[in-house]
């Protein structure tokens, strides 16, 4: 369900400032329970996808076109050094987990993010919060709420400025290409279940993080 929204608001079905479909309405429509339904908006009002007004219901303010920007007062916080460290320890382990627990739907889902990447020529922005479903859709793919909740604070902390100032100035349409491949194996290594490839893609992406930190020092 969750997966199903996300995905619905990222690839821009339900755009900015839309109103969702009622509870009951996305209930029939999904063949699942009305708290079913209200977990998943809980959710994504967490993420910052979402805003619920009282009496007229829930309207999207996902915008893939909109300011980066930190929201939680610890990725506030968070060097680039400590934030690369921690992603070093949870997402080799989370593609590892995501491998093993995801559902043949769920993999769906992740190429349809992969398919939106790849479109992308010149929208730096738009390409990096693709990136970021990519990556979340990866942690809900362990299947391990705690997880998922750390990993989020990890997603919060990527999106500082320095963070987002940096991606757009090194960006090149020549290195977006370079990251839609990497990222186009990621996803074949994942659909096909390899473990091993899977994990040198996810730690070969963190190099490339590294990298582009030592250039801006």
């Keep these: 369900m969750i997966d199903t929204l996300s995905s619905r608001i990222v690839s821009g079905e339900y755009a900015k400032?839309?109103?969702l479909p009622s509870e009951r309405q996305m209930a029939q429509d999904l063949g699942v329970?009305?708290?079913?339904?209200?977990?998943?908006?809980?959710?994504?009002?967490?993420?910052?996808?979402?805003?619920?007004r009282q009496g007229s219901g829930s309207?999207?303010?996902?915008?893939p076109a909109g300011t980066l920007q930190a929201h939680s007062p610890v990725a506030e916080e968070t060097g680039?050094?400590?934030?690369l460290t921690v992603r070093g320890v949870l997402e080799p382990e989370i593609?590892?987990?995501a491998i093993l627990s995801m559902s043949p739907k769920q993999i769906t889902a992740l190429s349809e993010i992969v398919s939106q990447?790849?479109?992308?020529?010149?929208?730096?922005?738009?390409?990096?919060r693709l990136e970021e479903e990519f990556h979340r859709q990866l942690a809900l793919g362990t299947g391990n709420p705690l997880l998922v909740a750390c990993f989020n604070l990890v997603l919060d902390a990527r999106r500082q400025s320095f963070r987002a100032a940096m991606y757009k100035r090194h960006l090149t349409p020549a290195k977006l290409a370079s990251y839609q491949r990497a990222y186009n194996g990621l996803?074949?290594?994942?659909?096909?279940?390899?473990?091993e490839e899977a994990t040198e893609f996810m730690k070969?992406?963190?190099?490339?993080?590294?990298?582009?930190?030592?250039?801006?020092?």
């Design 17 to 19: 400032d839309e109103r």
């Design 204 to 217: 070969l992406s963190l190099v490339e993080d590294q990298k582009l930190l030592l250039q801006e020092s």
């Design 95 to 97: 593609v590892r987990l």
């Design 59 to 63: 309207f999207v303010i996902y915008d």
């Design 187 to 195: 996803f074949n290594a994942i659909a096909a279940r390899d473990i």
């Design 80 to 83: 680039p050094l400590h934030l």
């Design 117 to 128: 990447m790849e479109a992308m020529s010149t929208d730096a922005t738009a390409f990096i």
């Design 33 to 52: 329970a009305r708290n079913t339904v209200r977990e998943a908006l809980d959710y994504l009002e967490t993420r910052l996808m979402i805003r619920r």
